[in-house]
T-cell receptor, first 117, second 116 residues
Framework: KAGVTQTPRYLIKTRGQQVTLSCSPI?????VSWYQQTPGQGLQFLFE???????NKGNFPGRFSGRQFSNSRSEMNVSTLELGDSALYLC????????????????FGQGTRLTVV | GNSVTQMEGPVTLSEEAFLTINCTYT??????LFWYVQYPGEGLQLLLK?????DKGSNKGFEATYRKETTSFHLEKGSVQVSDSAVYFC???????????????FGQGTILTVHP
């Protein structure tokens, strides 16, 4: 079956602009989580969506937001971009995101590389 | 809060050498523990996992045992190959009442390079 698909793979934006990243989870997966990966801070949790509701949120400013659609596809948006937002943004999907065993196993996409100039 | 600490890298080994990457964690309750691997230009792939104390996760020759008494989950492989060169991440997810929550807390990652 198809894996987690993130689009676009690469983006270059200017400071102050906004950006929207897309994630299509594995078919049947209802939980989608987003992570930011930078050389300095490593992998940090942004938020998790389940059934179109944000279920968990990391410690990021309000400029970072997301949503999930009825088909479980998710988007994240970053407004008023800063240089420090340059990162690899990873999306992960799982069956339920919560529970036991394989329900929580997370499958990651290849990521979107965002460069802010 | 929860945290994961991995041994500092990078780690450079010759093919067929023994690998250990140390991982310790701080968490409330009994988290589930994971090792993920990231190849250049790729996302993360789950390598192995353990959900309770004394569980041993294993995959592709890699092993790690959940040690509650030392709050550790060290990754080992008896004989590494050049194709094992990648970045390895230790991670945990919270558990409460027997239920795991999807949010993952990652260690800083360890770069492994294996030379022929």
């Amino acid at each position: 079956k198809a894996g987690v698909t993130q689009t676009p793979r690469y983006l270059i934006k200017t400071r102050g602009q906004q950006v929207t990243l897309s994630c299509s989870p594995i078919s049947g997966h209802r939980s989608v989580s987003w992570y930011q990966q930078t050389p300095g801070q490593g992998l940090q949790f942004l938020f998790e969506y389940f059934s179109e509701t944000q279920r968990n949120k990391g410690n990021f400013p309000g400029r970072f937001s997301g949503r999930q659609f009825s088909n479980s596809r998710s988007e994240m948006n970053v407004s008023t971009l800063e240089l420090g937002d340059s990162a690899l943004y990873l999306c992960a999907s799982s069956l339920e995101g919560r529970g036991t065993g394989s329900n929580t196993e997370a499958f990651f996409g290849q990521g979107t590389r965002l460069t802010v100039v | 809060g929860n945290s994961v600490t991995q041994m500092e890298g990078p780690v450079t080994l010759s093919e067929e050498a023994f690998l250990t990457i140390n991982c310790t964690y701080t968490a409330t309750g009994y988290p589930s523990l994971f090792w993920y691997v990231q190849y250049p230009g790729e996302g993360l792939q789950l390598l192995l996992k353990a959900t309770k104390a004394d569980d041993k996760g294993s995959n592709k020759g890699f092993e790690a045992t959940y040690r509650k008494e030392t709050t550790s989950f060290h990754l080992e492989k008896g004989s590494v190959q050049v194709s094992d060169s990648a970045v390895y991440f230790c991670a945990l997810s919270e558990r409460a009442g027997g239920t795991s929550y999807g949010k993952l807390t990652f260690g800083q990652g360890t770069i492994l390079t294996v030379h022929p």
